[in-house]
C-alpha cells in the first residue's frame, strides 16, 4: 500500500489483497484487471473503503453458487474485512452504500473453458454482484466485466470513482494478476490441507 499526502486529500493506493478505510478526506486508487474493487461508503457518518480482490480457483462451473465455494469465502473474508475496518470507524451497518468495478477478461483462457466455465474476471464480478445482494448492501452503481482494465479513484468527498479504461490492457497488469491468482489458489490449496490438533 503506497500512502502520499498532498496539501487537502491524502492519496492512498491499495494492490491486491488490500483495503483500505477512513474517516478523513482520502483518495484511494488502484489498478484493475480481473481484479474487482468494491468502494464501500457510510455518507451519515462519512466513513470509505475500498478493497481490491481476485477469487482464486481454477474452475467455475457456470451453475456454480460462488459465495460457497472455496473462492467464494475467500472473497467474504475480504468484504469482511473491509466492513469491520468500517465499523470500527464508526459506519453503520444499514448506512453502507456501494459502487463496484473491475471484473475484466484480461487473463488468457481457452474457448473450451470460456464455453463451459466463466472466466476469471466474469466470477468476481458474479461474487460481488452476489454478496452485495445477500448483504442488502445497495450497490448504487458499477462498471464492471469487459476485456478492459482500469484504473478507479475513489473520492471521499462525494464518494464519485473516476474510470480510466485500458483498452490495450499492459502485460505488466496481466503477469501481475496471473502470479496474485496462482500464489492465491497455492495460500488456499495449501490452508485445506493443514491439520489442526487440539
Known sequence: MRIRNC???????????????????????????????????????KITGMNHFLLSSIHYARNMPFCTTDAGRYGIHSMELLINEMWNRGAKRGNLKAKAFGGGSVLKTSDAFINNYFTVGEVNVRFIQEFLQNENIPLVSSDLGGAVG???????????????KMVA????????????WKKSIQKQEESETQIDLW
Open 150 to 164: 482500469r484504473v478507479i479513484n475513489f473520492h471521499s468527498e462525494d464518494y464519485s470513482v473516476y474510470v480510466r
Open 169 to 180: 490492457t499492459g502485460a505488466k497488469l496481466i503477469k501481475r494478476e496471473e502470479q496474485y
Open 7 to 45: 496539501k487537502h486529500y491524502k492519496h492512498v493506493t491499495i494492490n491486491p489483497g488490500e483495503y483500505y478505510v477512513s474517516n478523513e478526506k482520502v483518495v484511494i486508487t488502484t489498478l484493475l484487471g480481473s481484479c474487482v474493487s468494491a468502494c464501500l461508503y457510510d455518507p451519515d457518518n
